[in-house]
């Protein structure tokens, strides 16, 4: 957001350039990633539709279950077989399965990510209807792989796919 000042007679008017939507709903999903009872990552999500937000996520364990950095604050919860973990929910995964809890419609709608979505989530996203994804991060960075295998499948299957480049004044 911009700032800055302009006068009429002898009064000054602050002003500021409006921010866009895709900068609005990035800064929410880093703000929910803080809620992230991760210890090893932290991912929030936002799913909008027609600019209004449907639904929010973040990564963590189920509801009623152990939080991570309460329950393991040194090393997170215990692995899978695969090194994955083995207790929590993805952040878009939250979003959607709480969007599908209240009957709402993923119908052409826009995933906010922290984190470029995995393959699992991919499908997830697809399968839903979800037709355009705004990740910050890349996966394949994070998990130290040569591909982002999620952004791959959902570009194949014709979602639009975008890293986030940053604030766009409107």
Known sequence: MTFGSKYVGNIIFATMSKISFDELYMELAQNLA???????????AVISKDTR???L?????????????????????????????????????NAILYA???QMS???????????????CARIIYTTGIRHVIYL????????????EGVDFLQRFGVSVEQYSGPQKV
């Open 53 to 55: 937000i449907i639904s």
């Open 100 to 102: 599908a809890k209240n």
């Open 137 to 148: 991060d890349s996966y394949a960075k994070y998990k130290g792989i040569d591909v982002e």
């Open 34 to 44: 803080k809620k992230s009872h991760c210890v090893k990552m932290k991912v929030g």
């Open 57 to 93: 996520g973040y990564n963590g364990p189920p509801a009623g279950t152990h939080n991570c950095d309460e329950e393991w604050p040194e090393t997170g919860c215990a692995r899978d077989r695969k090194g994955g973990c083995s207790l929590a929910l993805h952040a878009e995964a």
């Open 106 to 120: 993923l119908d052409q709608a826009t995933l906010y990510v922290t984190l470029a979505p995995c393959l699992a």
